[in-house]
Every structure is written in C-alpha cells, then in structure tokens.
C-alpha cells in the first residue's frame, strides 16, 4: 500500500506565503515524478506544478514565478513553497505521484493524496 500525505494548508491573507508537504509511504520501489494539483469550487482539477526524478520541472502559467516546486528523495517527500498568494489560488492542492512499488515494477502507477485546502482571503 502507498499513501500520500498532505501538510501545509490553511488560512492566509493576499500577498502570504504557505508551503504545502506531500510525504509518500509504503511499498514504494522508485519515485518518477510528484506534482501538485489543485481544484476550485466548481472547477476542474488543474496541474500546478510537477517535479521529474531528474529534477526538471513544470509549472501553470498561472504560478510562474510564484510557486516552486521541490522534492527530497531520501523522504520520499515533495514540497510546494507558495508566495504572493492570490485570492484565485483557493482551492484543495492534492499531491500525485507516479511511482513504482515493489509489486509493480518496473512499471510506475498513478497515486493521489486526500488533499489539503489552502483558502487565501482578507
């Protein structure tokens, strides 16, 4: 079994910061790629941002230059370091990860975590 543990949401006001965390546990042979989505009220769950084994990443356009991505891979952890905050940006960020365990490899699957919602308001 994997599971993906989100930290980090909260309460903030316009122009704030907050770092989400996405921890992955269990089986896991080889981490390819994490990202982070994220889904308004009445819209459809969107990419943020993604992190590649080697390091390269994706960002929305929306985010670009606001959000960055990283990952520690001894933790099997990914993180969301998000600045000037916007109003738009409220949503619940789910953390994904394609990863292979140790009964799936070499072949990576498709993981999802519970979400952790970020609310930026004044």
């Known amino acids: 079994q994997v599971q993906l543990v989100e930290s980090g949401g909260g309460l903030v006001q316009p122009g704030g910061s907050l770092r989400l965390s996405c921890a992955a546990s269990?089986?896991?042979?080889?981490?390819?790629?994490m990202g982070w989505y994220r889904q308004a009220p009445g819209k459809q769950r969107e990419l943020v941002a993604s992190?590649?084994?080697?390091?390269?990443?994706n960002y929305a356009d929306s985010v670009k230059g606001r959000f960055t991505i990283s990952r520690d891979n001894a933790k099997n952890t990914v993180y969301l370091q998000m600045n000037s905050l916007k109003p738009e940006d409220t949503a619940v960020y789910y953390c994904?990860?394609?990863?292979?365990?140790?009964?799936?490899?070499?072949?990576?699957?498709?993981?999802w975590g519970k979400g952790t919602l970020v609310t930026v308001s004044s």
């Open positions: 994904n990860a394609d990863l292979a365990t140790v009964v799936s490899r070499p072949y990576g699957m498709n993981y």
């Open positions: 269990g089986s896991i042979f080889r981490i390819n790629a």
């Open positions: 992190i590649t084994s080697g390091d390269a990443t």
